[in-house]
């Protein structure tokens, strides 16, 4: 696997875009329809017998030349695992194997799992997908009066509310605000989507949706979650909370994202406890394999109902549609996303942390049919999900693997990649010197991203943000702006006085939020 990528898109993609259980923005390669003259399934049973095999093979070649330390991958099908399976280690330093009970990471399945306990209050009446959130919360808060008035579960649910894309994911990541915190902070981020006409992957707004529910039921998501979907579909070593992961006794460990090929130690864990509805559920191919029948089985497992089946059905289907052509669709359903190919459904969610994890869930409505897939590593395992996903649905419709996915994939992953570069900030032909760095130096606040400081520490300019008490450093580019150190992205402030009035970050400056700070104290 030969993934080209810098060292600053390194920084700034484990820093921002990826770090919270974002995954729509990282590419999984279409699937290709069936072919003409598909041999038709008259036998089930036998089909499996050949297919399974050949699946397995498949699976051994892709994790082999994958450079992924562990994975796990189970196939269910008319409420039967058909194909459970580990690979690799937990940890390249013990080089301790991955088991059927190994916990990983989910990162943004856990969205799909938010999705599917709404679904079960649906189903008892206790909560309508068109429910107002501030119906249940009337201390919610959006800029716009009319969207906070107006915005459902279903809305946020599939990402149609106009909330930016990610937005907030920077207030956790870098500003290490609480959820609370955040919440707080929602009224002040700009809605440049259209109000349900609009689609942008949310975090946050799953999480709003998932603490929401929370509030109706009275009691935490995470032991909400618990009581409603984990235990009764058996679940018992899948949780919402992040010290529950770490605690395991047995869980991998994550292989982020390297400047270098090759792998080194392993990476923090993404801890995903502000945003769990959206990120924070870790589990086990055996527990995840009980979690594919539920969705594959209409919600009904080992004889229990868990899940009304017309409101999971609804939760997997298209609520905003994405793309449409004459042979297919792409949408997104309630904590899914959703596709018709060729005439059959697909519902599917991927999950990544740029720390170490990457998974999938693919679920065949129509066959009763389910496939998840669990890696250690970013970005080598999100190739790996989606090429196994890719594979069985080649394989199962058409009886043959009729392309090299593991390459589409690792082109696609690339291709993304590529095009998050940002230009370089070409230095100035005479660049006039900057002031005594005293004058930049003080406090500077908004109302959305609230304050940095800027102190001089060993001749150089040091930016701390929020409540981080990690700072990175500017450096003098052209007068009275500077550059970051690492990213090298612009950074102005206003002169002004005794002191520089206000200050611009280009890396603040997004869509819904400004760069833009003033000056608050010395």
């Known amino acids: 696997m030969a993934i080209r990528v810098s060292y600053v898109l390194v920084v700034l ?17 279409s699937q290709a329809p069936a072919t003409t003259g598909t041999v038709a399934k008259t036998s089930p049973a036998a089909d499996l017998t050949t297919l399974v095999p050949l699946f397995d093979a498949y699976a051994e070649k892709t994790f082999n030349q994958s450079n992924v330390p562990g994975m796990a991958v189970a196939i269910v099908r008319d409420d039967k695992v058909v194909y459970l399976r580990t690979f690799g280690v937990k940890n390249t330093t013990t080089k301790e194997p991955v088991g059927p009970d190994t916990r990983f990471q989910l990162a943004s399945i856990s969205k799909s799992v938010t999705g599917t306990m709404i679904a079960e209050m649906v189903g008892k009446g206790e909560l309508s997908w068109d429910d107002t959130i501030v119906s249940v919360d009337p201390g919610f808060a959006l800029s716009d009066p009319y969207v906070t008035q107006h915005v459902t579960f279903r809305d946020l649910l599939s990402h149609r509310s106009g909330l930016p894309e990610y937005g907030s994911d920077e207030l956790q990541n870098e500003l290490k605000y609480s959820r609370q915190e955040i919440l707080n902070h929602l009224r002040y981020i700009g809605l440049p989507g259209s109000f ?30 618990a009581e409603r979907i984990f235990v009764p579909a058996g679940m018992h070593n899948t949780s919402a909370r992040f010290a529950d992961f770490t605690g395991s006794p047995d869980h991998v460990e994550s292989y982020p994202m390297q400047e270098q090929e090759g792998r080194s130690a392993a990476g923090p864990f ?40 017309s409101a999971l059905r609804e939760s997997h289907s298209p609520q905003y549609i994405k793309s449409y052509s004459g042979t297919g669709m792409t949408g ?16 599917e969610k991927d999950g990544v942390f740029s720390q170490g994890t990457a998974t999938i869930i693919t679920v065949w409505p129509e066959e009763k049919m389910a496939l998840v897939v669990l890696t250690n590593s970013f970005p080598e395992g999100n190739i790996v999900t989606g090429s196994l996903s890719n594979a069985w649905n080649d394989l199962y419709y058409n009886g043959r693997v009729s392309k090299d996915w593991y390459d589409e994939a690792q082109k696609s992953l690339q291709g993304w990649f590529d095009s998050q570069s940002r230009e370089t ?20 606040r908004q109302d959305y991203y609230g304050t940095v400081r800027v102190v001089e520490e060993s001749g150089k300019l040091q930016v701390y943000a929020g409540h981080s008490t990690t700072p990175f450093a500017l ?5 009275d702006t500077f550059r970051e150190e690492i990213a090298e992205v612009l950074v102005k402030f206003n002169a002004g006085g005794a002191n520089a009035t206000g200050v611009w970050f280009t890396r603040y400056d997004a869509p819904g939020r400004s760069g833009a700070f003033v000056r608050v104290s010395p």
């Open 270 to 309: 993404m801890d995903d406890d502000i945003n769990a509805p959206a990120g924070g559920v870790s589990s086990t191919i055996n527990d995840m394999a009980r979690y594919a029948r539920l969705q594959a089985n209409g919600g009904f497992i080992d004889g229990k109902q868990v899940v009304n089946a």
């Open 196 to 225: 349900r006409a609009s689609y942008a992957y949310s975090n946050i707004g799953i999480t709003v949706a998932g603490l929401t529910a929370a509030m109706k039921a009275k009691k935490p998501f995470e032991d909400l979650v």
């Open 475 to 479: 450096v003098p580019h052209d007068g």
């Open 332 to 347: 997104s359903g309630m904590g899914w996303n959703t596709f018709l190919d060729g005439g059959r459904s697909r519902i």
């Open 425 to 444: 900030v070409q230095k100035p032909v005479n660049p006039q010197p900057a002031r005594d760095l005293n004058y930049y130096a003080g406090s500077y």
């Open 13 to 29: 993609v484990c820093a921002a875009v990826l770090a919270a259980g974002c995954t729509q923005q990282v590419p999984v390669p």
